[in-house]
């Protein structure tokens, strides 16, 4: 950047101009939009000069500029479209301390002026240090049409209006109230009404926001279930019904996030096991900060929320924000898997417990209870663990499993590419490799589907080796 851009106080200070053809003209055109004493020094004017000096507008002066002019100056232009004349008088306005404006000459200018946005008190400056000024006119165009022609008149009024605010918090809530006025319910008015109708607006607009003020957010840690819409609980229905904002998983399907209230914002805060992933923190805030501008948020989690769905931290978030939350549970990929292979998770005289386990945690693969696990009949539904298959198969072998103990994996459980593959804990791998499963997937270890079940029994051992 060779040029900063600023915004200089000119309010009852000198601008001069020497020139009165074109060149003068366009530029006073902007000069006199300033509270500014503008005064113009030239032989000659055109007409317009006269006339904006008849109306007070500025001071004009029919003689060429000469020394003591630019005295007390903030800003001065040579506007001569003459060279030689705009050298001169440039030298004189440097000597008495002015900064210098030569048109269309950036080289010898102190400064230029850029292109304007005039919403006064709002302004917008958009320059490219002469390098495309039709970049800058395409801007200029693009901000125009962004911004009401009433926004400088709201802006105006809007500030004397600033201290009745104060009964919103601060934060989400007075932007919405602000933004809601500018780009809204403020330039309708003006529109509608004129002028006079701008601060009833304003009080009908601030009456409204303290009302849904006093409607505290809230957040739901809901569970939405392996994926077949069927299997969510009416509670979690209900729940996405009065949403405002829902934030959900990545291993929420399309089907149930279409059940969301049509005007609720859906935003994905997928984590993928091992690629890009939204840090949880970053979750944490987002539930926080809409829940904060007094949103009905539904924190729409895979299964149950309370397995290996990390609740916690967002509860603890929750809580130090003064947030109230409910859970509301889900069913777990365990129990859907479960119920699609005809089995049982626990069953008398075969298991009296069941183990929820994950592939790998925080650390790394995780560890368990491996001597435990490998007594005959236990069953365990593990959780995350395609890529630790080949780890958890070793420990268990290890530590004395049958190699014949019966294994299932269920991908996409409930949903219409749920696909099941019966194995052993001796073939698991290669049989998982060799699947190269693209869906979620969870395992069973202990466990056979219903109707292969003799099958695994009956397997000779070296097949299994
Ligand atoms: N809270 C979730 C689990 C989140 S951990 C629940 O209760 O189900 C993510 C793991 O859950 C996945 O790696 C996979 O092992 C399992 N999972 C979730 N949805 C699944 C689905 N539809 N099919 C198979 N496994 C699933």
Redesign the pocket.
């Known amino acids: 950047m060779d040029h900063f851009p600023v915004f200089m106080a000119v309010s009852g200070r000198r601008i001069v101009l020497s020139g009165g053809g074109d060149a003068a003209m366009a530029k006073l055109r902007l000069i006199l939009k300033t509270t500014a004493n503008v005064v113009v020094y030239a032989d000659d004017a055109a007409a317009e000069i006269h006339s904006w000096a008849a109306d007070g507008k500025l001071t004009f002066v029919a003689r060429a500029m000469q020394t003591g002019d630019a005295v007390d100056t903030v800003l001065f232009y040579a506007a001569n479209e003459d060279d030689v004349e705009d050298a001169r008088v440039a030298a004189i306005a440097h000597a008495e301390g002015a900064q210098v404006n030569i048109v269309d000459n950036l080289h010898d200018s102190d400064f230029i002026t850029p292109a304007i946005v005039d919403r006064d008190p709002v302004v917008v400056a958009i320059g490219t240090e002469g390098a495309a000024p039709v970049l800058a006119r395409k801007i200029k165009a693009d901000i125009e049409a962004q911004l009401p022609v009433s926004l400088g008149l709201l802006a105006k009024i809007g500030k004397t209006f600033r201290h009745a605010v104060d009964v919103l918090p601060m934060g989400g809530k007075r932007r919405s109230f602000w933004s809601e006025f500018y780009f809204n319910a403020g330039p309708k008015a003006v529109d509608a009404e004129g002028k006079s109708a701008v601060i009833p607006t304003l009080a009908t607009l601030l009456d409204k926001h303290i009302m849904t003020t006093e409607k505290a957010g809230h957040v739901d840690l809901v569970?939405a279930g392996?994926?077949d819409p069927e299997l969510l609980t009416l509670k979690a229905r209900n729940a996405l019904d009065k949403a405002d904002v829902v934030i959900h998983?990545r291993?929420v399907t399309p089907e149930i996030l279409e059940l969301a209230r049509r005007e609720a914002t859906i935003i994905d805060a997928g984590k993928t096991?091992f690629g890009p992933a939204m840090a949880q923190g970053d979750i944490d805030a987002l539930i926080v900060e809409h829940a904060l501008k007094g949103h009905h948020v539904v924190r729409l989690?895979?299964?149950?929320?309370?397995?290996?769905?990390r609740l916690d931290e967002e509860i603890d978030a929750c809580d130090a924000a003064g947030i109230s939350w409910r859970v509301v549970p889900?069913?777990?990929?365990?129990s859907?898997?479960v119920a699609n292979i005809g089995q049982s998770l626990t069953k008398r005289d075969r298991n009296s417990s069941v183990r929820f386990i994950?592939?790998h945690d925080t650390k790394g693969y995780a560890d368990h209870d491996w001597r435990a696990l490998a007594q005959n009949g236990e069953v365990a539904a593990?959780?995350?663990?395609?890529k630790s298959a080949r780890f958890i198969q070793g420990r268990l072998l290890m530590h004395g499993a049958n190699p014949a103990t019966p294994v299932t994996i269920?991908?996409?459980?409930?949903?219409t590419d749920?696909q099941i593959i019966a194995t052993t804990l001796a073939e698991l791998e290669p049989t998982l490799t060799r699947a190269n499963l693209r869906?979620?997937?969870?395992?069973f270890y202990g466990l056979a589907p219903r109707a292969a079940l003799d099958v695994a029994d009956t397997l000779p051992l070296e097949e299994l080796a």
């Not at 269920?410 to 949903?415: G, K, P, Y």
């Not at 869906?439 to 395992?443: D, H, K």
């Open positions: 569970g392996p994926g998983d291993l096991g989690k895979a299964g149950d929320p309370t397995v290996f769905g889900g069913i777990t990929a365990a859907a898997a994950t592939g593990i959780y995350m663990g395609k269920i991908e996409n459980v409930s949903r749920q869906g979620p997937a969870i395992t």
